[in-house]
T-cell receptor, first 118, second 113 residues
């Protein structure tokens, strides 16, 4: 069955270090992946996305890598700051059918808690 | 930019009471969603509205009803609240229902006693 999981539930880093958060997915048909950041008491916030025809995508201080061979997704945060402390979710989009209509189905992972120490 | 706005932020209900969570988005998105988030369970889809005028069940629809009032607004109703519905509820929207990024509201904390 399809699932999205994370290798590490918690990650602690020092301010200024680079952080890497990993995600494994099982649905090889998934064609779109998203990373979200969720701070305490707030809703998930979009960070970066990548489509399955890409291996890497860079944003501001963040890079997402996609390895379709081993069905692995990672989020790299450069020069991690205390404000980066949050729960990070990966999500995968696969296609489902309902009543003859195809629609994108987003499946979320459990999340990794990132703690950045000053 | 307000994005996705949901109310109330916090609510305590007694078992059997009813209530409606309101949600509005100002991004002119076609699709809207209601999720619940529980510890260890991640985000689970309750109901969605792929476009104005349509609503469909998600992964955990039992005990809930929804109304897509217009393109901007999508409400979630608990007709007879149960303790198992104690959760954090998130409304979300996306441009279309075809693999686009979903944008979330700030959440509504609901406790059923």
């Amino acid at each position: 069955g399809e699932s999205v999981g994370l290798h590490l539930p918690t990650l602690s880093v020092q301010e200024g270090d680079n952080s890497i958060i990993n995600c494994a997915y099982s649905n090889s048909a998934s064609d779109y992946f998203i990373w979200y950041k969720q701070e305490s008491g707030k809703g998930p916030q979009f960070i970066i996305d990548i489509r399955s025809n890409m291996d890497k995508r860079q944003g501001q201080r963040v890079t997402v890598l996609l390895n379709k061979t081993v069905k692995h997704l990672s989020l790299q945060i450069a020069a991690t700051q205390p404000g980066d402390s949050a729960v990070y979710f990966c999500a995968e989009n696969s296609w489902a059918n309902a009543g003859g209509t195809s629609y994108g189905k987003l499946t979320f992972g459990q999340g990794t808690i990132l703690t950045v120490h000053p | 930019n307000a994005g996705v706005t949901q109310t109330p932020k916090f609510q305590v209900l007694k078992t059997g009471q009813s209530m409606t969570l309101q949600c509005a988005q100002d991004m002119n998105h076609n699709s809207m969603y209601w999720y619940r988030q529980d510890p260890g369970m991640g985000l689970r889809l309750i109901y969605y509205s792929a476009s104005e005028g349509t609503t469909d069940k998600g992964e955990v629809p039992n005990g809930y009803n929804v109304s897509r009032l217009n393109k901007r607004e999508f409400s979630l109703r608990l007709e007879s609240a149960a303790p198992s519905q104690t959760s954090v509820y998130f409304c979300a929207s996306s441009e279309t229902f075809t693999g686009n990024t979903i944008y979330f509201g700030e959440g509504s904390w609901l406790t059923v006693v």
